[in-house]
Structures are given as structure tokens and as C-alpha cells.
């Protein structure tokens, strides 16, 4: 299986902040990368996928980029609705699998 | 809008089979080239896909799960089945259903419904 290595765990951030969020793969997995936003008790919901498109209707103050097999998904300016756990997800290779996630906490 | 629900026992004991369902609404299962997934969230919170099945009947499944599950698919009901066999409390989880669109991800999930597996 493909690991799916995401950090930092967990973060404290301001409204307004700029946030980065890592998620490194164990092998090459092109570009079949995807971002997840789960607030509690809520199913994920998807943000990017193809490590840089943008859902329908998700705020185009999140972006995301690649480096080899270090993804990264930012938030150019975090709103309040923004604080919730994300969560990487790799489809290149069955089985799909997901980093460990992080929390962005106030 | 495409919606998923998901619904079975809540409780399971030790040893039985876990069933649940997930019902479609918004468009049919056997329309377009989408993969109508099973994953489940433990209480530590870490995320694991199950596995799909795609409306012509193909199935692919986590190989550590493999020899347990079955997925299966209604399309006259518009809704896709999960049974996961011999479960013990490490399958306690959230169980969520999803539609897996290729290179497009998993646009849509159901809300979850938790399994306890408990004597």
C-alpha cells in the first residue's frame, strides 16, 4: 500500500492566517492527489483533487501544489469556517489511502 | 444534487456479519462511470477505504479486508450494500458511503452512521 504521510498533526492559526499543510507519498503517485475538510460529526467533504483543481464551489483561498511527492494544500487567508481537521487521500493505486490528518485549530 | 444515506444496525455483536446500505438519490447508480464506495473512520479518527463496486458489477476491495467483505449493488432500488463478516471491536467505526468519480475523487458521501461491535 501506498503510505500517505501528512504533517504538521495538528495547528493553532488566526483568522487571517496563512496555513500550509504537507502530505508526503511513499512512491510516486502522479498527480492523483485529493484534499479533504471534515468538521466534527460531519462526513469529509472534498476540496481538491488532481493535487490542484478546485471542487465546485469551494473558496479559492484554498490551493494546492506538488514537489515531487510532497503535496501541500494552503489556505491563503483562514476564515472562520476554515477551522476543521483535513484529511490527503491518494487514488493512484488501489487501495486508495489517506494521511493521518490535521487538525487547524484557533 | 446527488445524495447518499446509509443505514443498518448500529450494534453488531462480536462474531455476526455487518450490513448496511447506502440508498441513492439525485441520479441512478448504473449512470455514468462512477465507483460506489464503502470507508470507514475509527474513533482515533483515521480514515480507511473498504472498497467499490461499479454499476457494471466489478468490485475491488482492500486487501486487508478482502477475505470479510462482500459489496454488492440493487440498481431497481438505486442503492450498493456492504457486509463485512467475523467482525470484532477493531471494526467499530463510522461507516460512510461515497461516489467514487475517477480522477474527480469522492465528490459525494453519505453522513455516516457509527457501528459498534459489542456483545
Known amino acids: 500500500d501506498i503510505q500517505m504521510t501528512q504533517s504538521p498533526s495538528s495547528l493553532s492559526a488566526s483568522v487571517g492566517d496563512r496555513v500550509t499543510i504537507t502530505c508526503r507519498a511513499s512512491?510516486?503517485?502522479?498527480?492523483?492527489l485529493a484534499w479533504y475538510q471534515q468538521r466534527p460529526g460531519k462526513a469529509p467533504k472534498l476540496l481538491l483533487y488532481g493535487t490542484s483543481r478546485l471542487e465546485s464551489g469551494v473558496p479559492t483561498r484554498f490551493s494546492g501544489s506538488v514537489s515531487g511527492t510532497d503535496f501541500t494544500l494552503t489556505i491563503s487567508s483562514l476564515q472562520p469556517e476554515d477551522f476543521a481537521t483535513y484529511y490527503c487521500q491518494q487514488y493512484y493505486t488501489t487501495p486508495w489511502t489517506f494521511g493521518q490528518g490535521t487538525k487547524v485549530e484557533i | 444534487q446527488v445524495q447518499l444515506q446509509e443505514s443498518g444496525p448500529g450494534l453488531v455483536k462480536p462474531s455476526q456479519t455487518l450490513s448496511l446500505t447506502c440508498t441513492v438519490s439525485g441520479g441512478s447508480i448504473s449512470s455514468g462511470d462512477y465507483y460506489w464506495s464503502w470507508l470507514r473512520q475509527f474513533p482515533g479518527k483515521g480514515l480507511e477505504w473498504i472498497g467499490y463496486?461499479?454499476?457494471?458489477?466489478?468490485?475491488y476491495y482492500n486487501p486487508s479486508l478482502k477475505s470479510r467483505v462482500t459489496i454488492s449493488l440493487d440498481t431497481s432500488k438505486n442503492h450498493f450494500s456492504l457486509r463485512l463478516s467475523s467482525v470484532t471491536a477493531a471494526d467499530t467505526a463510522v461507516y460512510f458511503c461515497?461516489?467514487?468519480?475517477?480522477?474527480?475523487?469522492?465528490?459525494?458521501w453519505g453522513q455516516g452512521t457509527l457501528v459498534t461491535v459489542s456483545s
Open positions: 512512491q510516486g503517485i502522479s498527480s492523483s
Open positions: 461515497a461516489r467514487d468519480g475517477g480522477i474527480i475523487a469522492l465528490g459525494y
Open positions: 463496486i461499479h454499476y457494471s458489477g466489478s468490485t
